[in-house]
């Protein structure tokens, strides 16, 4: 987003002709400057000479710098990321009116966090000849933004595709096995009928197989106000109940956190999905006894997800110490089908994201050996 253009027309709304004298003596601090900046999901600054004291932050920029808007506004520029020349310059040549707007990308480093890659955006602001708009765009969350998208437009193909493909496997297959067994009955040979079974037993599976795809689009969603704690200790119980020995499944809980909008039984499920899989991975390390499952529930503020900001969501992370996803497999997870454990049906993952999908909400994952954190973004609204 172009934020020196939106600066531009936000301030062309007070500095008309009809209302110059009034923008002349606006403070650059007031709430009614920056109207739409408290929503834009990008961290965002006014900057002003001499000094490069920062005069404004969203926020965005207070979450992702965790300093609140009154600590910010008493630094300056060089106190949030360090003396960086190129942004000083960038600032130095949009403030002398050589061009409205620079962009650049640069290596920021906030105080007590790691260095921040990110896009910089320095833009003009009318009426205002000392102080520069900066927009912030970080390069992991373009990252994180694009995967996400990707994440999304995938998931919808794929969900029409099975949807569609099931109905087409299920009607032949109820002729399949309705044709083998009439032909049971006819065959002169018992013996011959261990044929017969398999066409059967074969049909069975594949019919089971077809209903998990459908499972999403059978059942309504049914919404009611609920405790993620509540479903998180439902998981924890029916997987404790299937590996009792040598599984560890520690809880991290927010007890803050608010009831949350949903449908208990598909989130059980979506939840129950991922760590029944984590569990499962963790079969060598549950032979050992040192098997570790984390279920964390923290809050995030300003989450950006599928296009739309949220003020605050449910951030849950189930986190085990596994041996990770094969690289080969770690970017399709979530496709129908794609499994890591041999005679696993690929659907687990699937399902949990459709699942959360239908909460307006995004499964994320990050995996190496010993470590793999499934990541469940849901609105709080």
Known sequence: MAMGRLIRGVSRKVTGADRKAEAEILPLGDAAFHPGLDVVANPVLLVRQPGLQVVY??????????LSRRAMVELTLPDLFGQIDELD??????????VDVRRQDLVLRPPLQEPLHAHVVIGAIEGHANTVLVEILLNEQKVRSDREERILDL?????ELIRNLAHEIKNPLGGIRGAAQLLEFELPERSLREYTQVIIKESDR????????????????IVSDLNIHEVLERVRSVVLAEFPNGLDIVRDYDASLPDLRGDMEQLI?????????????????????DAQIVLRTRVARQVTIAKRLFKLALDLHVIDNGPGIPEDIRERIFYPLVSGRDGGSGLGLT??????????????????????DFRILLPLH
């Open 155 to 159: 998931t919808s193909a794929n969900k």
């Open 57 to 66: 932050a969203n926020p965005a920029a207070e979450a992702s710098f965790a």
């Open 206 to 221: 594949l019919q089971t197989l077809v209903d998990r795809l459908l499972e999403p689009h059978r059942h309504p969603h």
């Open 351 to 372: 399902l949990a994201q459709t699942f959360v999908q239908q909460h307006e909400g995004l499964i994320e994952c990050e995996s190496r050996p010993g470590c793999t």
């Open 89 to 98: 310059s960038m600032i130095e040549t949009v403030i002398a009116r050589q």
């Open 269 to 289: 499920q979506a939840v129950l999905n991922i760590v029944h899989n984590a569990a499962q991975a963790l079969h060598e390390r549950i032979a050992r006894g």
